[in-house]
T-cell receptor, first 116, second 111 residues
Framework: DADVTQTPRNRITKTGKRIMLECSQT?????MYWYRQDPGLGLRLIYY???????NKGEISDGYSVSRQAQAKFSLSLESAIPNQTALYFC???????????????FGPGTRLTVL | GESVGLHLPTLSVQEGDNSIINCAYS??????FIWYKQESGKGPQFIID?????DKRQGQRVTVLLNKTVKHLSLQIAATQPGDSAVYFC??????????FGAGTRLFVKA
């Protein structure tokens, strides 16, 4: 079974709709991230969470919100979707720095979102 | 500003040949570098990493070289196989959580 799962895998929606993307992990990691991937660009950080009570904005948080429901769950919401939010969205997790200062990130399979 | 870039957007190699994927970074404070592989329809997957106190690190069929003088990172894949076809990303960070990803290089392996 995958360590990091995302639902849905594909979603087509219309401008103005509210959309929630969900991420679950079984790795026991404290840190979770949401990234966006656009063609020709690297992954860009939307939001990140170091634990259940810690939520932080990334470089492109406008138009997005998140909720860390539990250590294993981190959801991303688009309150009112717009076409330029059409992209591939990835959730990732990493271990805490107490276990080592350099931690790789483990990615989910991605959610392809299309906003018409 | 910070940036991680790749010299070539695509690379095509013959099966069995060695592949070299290059990456330039601009933040001299970056001290940890990672290569990720992303196959079609999947999320990025860790391949190999290297810390700034090293020049070279080898894994199974992969080698990462770091040249801090010119801020250059490369990934070498020995005996490239069809299963190596993917997009490869380099990434850097400064010891914290923030990872900056490059745009990626697509590797095509010709049979």
């Amino acid at each position: 079974d995958a360590d990091v799962t995302q639902t849905p895998r594909n979603r087509i929606t219309k401008t103005g709709k509210r959309i929630m993307l969900e991420c679950s992990q079984t790795k026991g990691h404290d840190r979770m991230y949401w990234y966006r991937q656009d063609p020709g660009l690297g992954l860009r950080l939307i939001y990140y969470s170091f634990d259940v009570k810690d939520i932080n904005k990334g470089e492109i948080s406008d138009g997005y919100s998140v909720s860390r429901q539990a250590q294993a769950k981190f959801s991303l919401s688009l309150e009112s979707a717009i076409p330029n939010q059409t992209a591939l969205y990835f959730c990732a997790t990493s271990d805490s720095p107490e276990r080592g200062p350099y931690n790789e990130q483990f990615f989910g399979p991605g959610t392809r979102l299309t906003v018409l | 500003g910070e940036s991680v870039g790749l010299h070539l957007p695509t690379l095509s190699v013959q099966e069995g040949d060695n592949s070299i994927i290059n990456c330039a970074y601009s933040n001299s404070a970056s001290d940890y570098f990672i290569w990720y592989k992303q196959e079609s329809g999947k999320g990025p997957q860790f391949i190999i990493d290297i810390r700034s106190n090293m020049d070279k690190r080898q894994g199974q069929r992969v080698t990462v070289l770091l040249n801090k003088t010119v801020k250059h990172l490369s990934l070498q894949i020995a005996a490239t196989q069809p299963g190596d076809s993917a997009v490869y990303f380099c990434a850097e960070n400064t010891g914290g959580f923030k990872t900056i990803f490059g745009a990626g290089t697509r590797l095509f392996v010709k049979a």
